[in-house]
């Protein structure tokens, strides 16, 4: 095995025959220990490394403007195992891959919001996607999701290409930000309320740290009642395609269908209707508006 991969730490000879036994796959030139390690809160980055890279470094994060806060609060959600139901579900969707993915190394963490730390538009989803933001380690990256988001980032002018492919790809983000408010991928993408509430104390440091927002602009309901409830609003408002919500101060809280194939793929959810939704998030967070 590869030196430092596991840094020598195998508590007991029943781990390292679960490890032989795990059905992972090997990248050449690179190995790393299996959950029932990092359950025994035995992980680091050197224990679970994704595609030769550190996870926590600068490039694979996509972080722009290094804001410090972000960098800690990066850290130490992808090192996080609080709620052990998705940590069971995230790592078994790891482990188990989808056929179209079999020969690649899944991400199977906690994923961090990625883009401009000076954002004013900032983009809530529900949760990281199990065969999208969940291999590839990047918000609404690697599904059809994604294809749908970032196509209309583009054409607003605030990414610097329209596909999302994977971490390192040169994709760049300008005035947004893009997160959830869970981080782990859920089963049937549906967290439960104490995975909601645990995960609620990233979400807020998050959003506390992103001082420029100007517009929060929620992909489905779960994310709008998440920006509602971080933002103290009450009566808490009923989210609808379109809606939007002065919160003053010139900030905006905004509701989009979600992009996810349920919506996409029946017309619910149009690439028109998208772009319209970007259009006025644009004007109201004052960027001035472009379309490709």
Same mark, same amino acid.
């Given at each position: 095995?590869?030196? %430092?991969?596991?840094?020598?730490?195998?508590?007991? =000879?029943?781990?390292?025959?679960?490890?032989?036994?795990?059905?992972?796959?090997?990248?050449?030139?690179?190995?790393?220990?299996?959950?029932?390690?990092?359950?025994?809160?035995?992980? &680091?980055?050197?224990? *679970?490394?994704?595609?030769?890279?550190?996870?926590?470094?600068?490039?694979?994060?996509? !972080?722009?403007?290094?804001?410090?806060? !972000?960098?800690?609060?990066?850290?130490? /959600?992808?090192?996080?195992?609080?709620? #052990?139901?998705?940590?069971?579900?995230?790592?078994?969707?790891?482990?188990?891959?989808?056929?179209?993915?079999? @020969?690649? /190394?899944?991400?199977?963490? #906690?994923?961090?919001?990625?883009?401009? &730390?000076?954002?004013?538009?900032? +983009?809530?989803?529900?949760? #990281?996607?199990?065969?999208?933001?969940?291999?590839?380690?990047?918000?609404?990256?690697?599904?059809? &999701?994604?294809?749908?988001?970032?196509?209309?980032?583009?054409?607003?002018?605030? =990414? @610097?290409?329209?596909?999302?492919?994977?971490?390192?790809?040169? !994709?760049?983000?300008?005035?947004?930000? /893009?997160?959830?408010?869970?981080?782990?991928?859920?089963?049937?993408?549906?967290?439960?309320?104490?995975?909601?509430?645990?995960?609620?104390? $990233?979400?807020?440091?998050?959003?506390?740290?992103?001082?420029?927002?100007?517009?929060?602009?929620?992909?489905?309901? $779960?994310? *709008?009642?998440? +920006?509602?409830?971080?933002?103290?609003?009450? #009566?808490?408002?009923? *989210?609808?395609? %379109?809606?939007?919500?002065?919160?003053?101060?010139?900030?905006? !809280?905004?509701? &989009?269908?979600?992009?996810?194939?349920?919506?996409? $793929?029946?017309?619910?959810?149009?690439?028109?209707?998208?772009?319209? +939704?970007?259009?006025?998030?644009?004007?109201?967070?004052?960027?001035?508006?472009?379309?490709?």
């Amino acid at each position: 095995m590869e030196e %430092g991969i596991c840094d020598g730490v195998l508590p007991d =000879a029943s781990s390292w025959v679960e490890m032989v036994r795990a059905p992972h796959s090997f990248s050449t030139g690179s190995a790393f220990c299996v959950d029932r390690l990092r359950d025994r809160g035995r992980e &680091s980055p050197k224990n *679970f490394p994704l595609d030769g890279e550190d996870v926590l470094s600068d490039s694979a994060s996509g !972080l722009k403007g290094g804001r410090s806060g !972000l960098i800690r609060l990066r850290e130490e /959600i992808v090192r996080c195992r609080q709620c #052990p139901r998705l940590v069971r579900w995230r790592e078994q969707v790891a482990r188990e891959k989808k056929a179209a993915y079999s @020969n690649e /190394i899944y991400w199977g963490r #906690p994923v961090p919001g990625w883009g401009d &730390s000076e954002a004013k538009i900032v +983009v809530v989803g529900l949760a #990281p996607g199990a065969h999208g933001a969940n291999r590839t380690g990047r918000m609404f990256t690697g599904d059809e &999701s994604g294809k749908w988001l970032y196509r209309a980032l583009w054409r607003a002018g605030w =990414a @610097n290409q329209k596909e999302s492919l994977s971490r390192g790809d040169g !994709l760049e983000l300008k005035n947004v930000w /893009i997160t959830s408010a869970v981080k782990c991928a859920p089963p049937e993408n549906k967290p439960t309320t104490g995975e909601r509430d645990r995960c609620g104390d $990233f979400f807020r440091r998050e959003m506390e740290e992103l001082k420029g927002a100007r517009v929060y602009l929620a992909l489905g309901g $779960f994310g *709008f009642d998440a +920006v509602a409830r971080y933002l103290g609003i009450q #009566p808490r408002p009923k *989210f609808a395609h %379109g809606i939007s919500v002065e919160l003053g101060g010139g900030r905006w !809280l905004m509701g &989009s269908y979600h992009v996810s194939q349920q919506n996409t $793929f029946t017309g619910r959810l149009t690439e028109k209707m998208l772009d319209e +939704v970007m259009e006025r998030a644009g004007v109201r967070a004052g960027l001035s508006p472009r379309r490709r």
